[in-house]
C-alpha cells in the first residue's frame, strides 16, 4: 500500500512538474523526423498481463520494420539524434510516468519484458520460461528502474539479470527503493543510461558477491 501510495503521488507531482520537459522533447522530435512522438510496446507486466508501454519515439519510423523486436545495440544506427540524447538521459521513458500512475507499473522493479523481443534469434518470453527466478520476478510489478537496470552491465546475459532481480525481490523495502531512485537521478544526470557496464559498482559490499550468497549461484 505504501509502495502504491507512492508511485501514484510522485508519478502525479513528476507529470505536472515536467511539462515543460515533454514540450521541449516534443519540439525536438518534431524537427528532426517529424510524427509521431511517442509511441507504445508491449510489455509484460505483473503476472505477465500485457499492457501498453509509452514512450518518447528515440528510433526511426518503422525501425523494427525489417527486424522485428530486438533492443537497441551500441551505436546503433536507428536511434536519431535527439533519440540518442533522450536514450543517454532516460527521458525517452518519462511517459512511463502515466503507466506508473496508471498501476502498470511501479518506479522500482523489474524490467519489463517485450514478450516478442527477438535476441540471439530466440524469443525472449519462451526463453525465460526456463529461466531460474522468471516466475519469481513475474509475481511483482515491472518497474521503471530497478537493480538490474543500474548495477548489471547491460551486456550479461538475461540469466544474470534476473538473479540481481531476485536479489532485489527478496530484499526489497521502501527505503531500498528510495536508494535506487536517487541513484537512477543520478545516471540520469550523468547522461550515463547507454553505459554497457555497471553504472555503479558497489551496493555496501559487491552486489555480484551479495546476488551468490543469497541466492546460492555460482
Same mark, same amino acid.
Given at each position: 500500500?505504501?509502495?502504491?501510495?507512492?508511485?501514484?503521488?510522485?508519478? /502525479?507531482? %513528476?507529470? $505536472?512538474?515536467? #511539462?515543460?520537459?515533454?514540450?521541449?522533447?516534443?519540439?525536438? &522530435?518534431?524537427?528532426? +523526423?517529424?510524427?509521431?512522438?511517442?509511441?507504445?510496446?508491449?510489455?509484460?507486466?505483473?503476472?505477465?498481463?500485457?499492457?501498453?508501454?509509452?514512450?518518447?519515439?528515440?528510433?526511426?519510423?518503422e525501425a523494427e520494420k525489417l527486424t522485428g523486436p530486438i533492443q537497441a545495440k551500441e551505436d546503433d544506427q536507428r536511434?536519431?539524434?535527439?533519440?540518442?540524447?533522450?536514450?543517454?538521459?532516460?527521458?525517452?521513458?518519462?511517459?512511463?510516468?502515466?503507466?506508473? /500512475?496508471? %498501476?502498470? $507499473?511501479?518506479? #522500482?522493479?523489474?524490467?519489463?519484458?517485450?514478450?516478442?523481443? &527477438?535476441?540471439?534469434? +530466440?524469443?525472449?518470453?519462451?526463453?525465460?520460461?526456463?529461466?531460474?527466478?522468471?516466475?519469481?520476478?513475474?509475481?511483482?510489478?515491472?518497474?521503471?528502474?530497478?537493480?538490474?537496470?543500474?548495477?548489471?552491465?547491460?551486456?550479461?546475459s538475461r540469466k544474470e539479470k534476473f538473479g540481481y532481480d531476485a536479489w532485489y525481490i527478496r530484499n526489497q523495502n521502501?527505503?531500498?527503493?528510495?536508494?535506487?531512485?536517487?541513484?537512477?537521478?543520478?545516471?540520469?544526470?550523468?547522461?550515463?543510461?547507454?553505459?554497457?557496464?555497471?553504472?555503479?559498482?558497489?551496493?555496501?559490499?559487491?552486489?555480484?558477491?551479495?546476488?551468490?550468497?543469497?541466492?546460492?549461484?555460482?
Open positions: 500500500m505504501i509502495k502504491r501510495a507512492f508511485d501514484f503521488t510522485f508519478s /502525479l507531482f %513528476g507529470i $505536472i512538474l515536467s #511539462v515543460p520537459v515533454w514540450l521541449v522533447i516534443t519540439l525536438a &522530435i518534431l524537427i528532426e +523526423d517529424g510524427w509521431p512522438v511517442l509511441y507504445s510496446q508491449e510489455r509484460m507486466g505483473k503476472d505477465c498481463v500485457i499492457f501498453k508501454a509509452l514512450k518518447f519515439r528515440s528510433m526511426v519510423k536511434v536519431t539524434k535527439v533519440g540518442k540524447v533522450l536514450r543517454a538521459l532516460a527521458m525517452d521513458e518519462l511517459p512511463q510516468l502515466i503507466n506508473i /500512475l496508471r %498501476g502498470d $507499473i511501479s518506479f #522500482v522493479g523489474p524490467r519489463a519484458l517485450r514478450s516478442e523481443e &527477438i535476441e540471439v534469434a +530466440d524469443n525472449v518470453l519462451k526463453k525465460a520460461l526456463d529461466y531460474p527466478h522468471f516466475e519469481e520476478r513475474s509475481k511483482i510489478k515491472p518497474g521503471l528502474t530497478g537493480v538490474a537496470q543500474v548495477f548489471a552491465p547491460r551486456d550479461i521502501f527505503w531500498l527503493d528510495i536508494y535506487i531512485i536517487i541513484l537512477s537521478f543520478l545516471v540520469t544526470f550523468r547522461g550515463k543510461w547507454e553505459l554497457r557496464k555497471s553504472k555503479f559498482n558497489y551496493l555496501g559490499r559487491s552486489l555480484k558477491e551479495l546476488i551468490q550468497s543469497q541466492l546460492g549461484e555460482s
